[in-house]
């Protein structure tokens, strides 16, 4: 997605920008309030646990990469070479998802908490954070 934002421009880069930095926001939130909400019996089915949650991994995904492509306009407006700025995006998303599922595995063996609580909390956090940067 940050390729994408340099390759635009910056002539269509702020509103654009903005926008969907906002998209992105309420997309996280609706997703924190909805898993902090949801009730346990909701998932009466392993097949409807595992339905939800990959359409949740998808929304989060594009949530996520609307942010980023806000970040791609920026770098666009500064004119930073392309393939470099690709391999650093690429590079930095890759170790911090394998940190933060690492992380995840390892805090779900000691968290007594619903994971879906737990994680509604911190989309919430993450859009808070996204909100004020």
């Not at 666009?76 to 391999?87: Q, T």
């Not at 170790?95 to 779900?108: A, F, W």
């Not at 994680?119 to 956090?125: T, Y």
Request: glycine share 12%.
């Amino acid at each position: 997605m940050p390729v994408i934002g340099m390759v635009i421009g910056e002539s269509v880069a702020g509103d654009i920008g903005r926008r969907a930095k906002l998209v992105g926001i309420a997309v996280l939130v609706v997703m924190g309030v909805y898993s902090l909400l949801r009730r346990e019996d909701d998932d009466d089915e392993a097949e409807q646990a595992a339905k939800a949650r990959g359409m949740k991994i998808l929304f989060l995904a594009i949530a996520l990469s609307l942010d980023n492509l806000t970040v791609g306009f920026g770098i666009g407006m500064f004119n930073a070479p392309l393939g470099v700025a690709a391999v650093v995006f690429g590079v930095i998303s890759l170790c911090l998802t394998l940190l933060g599922l690492e992380l995840g595995r390892h805090l779900g063996k000691r968290v007594t908490v619903s994971p879906d609580k737990l994680s509604g909390a911190v989309l919430l956090i993450v859009a808070g954070v996204m909100a004020f940067v």
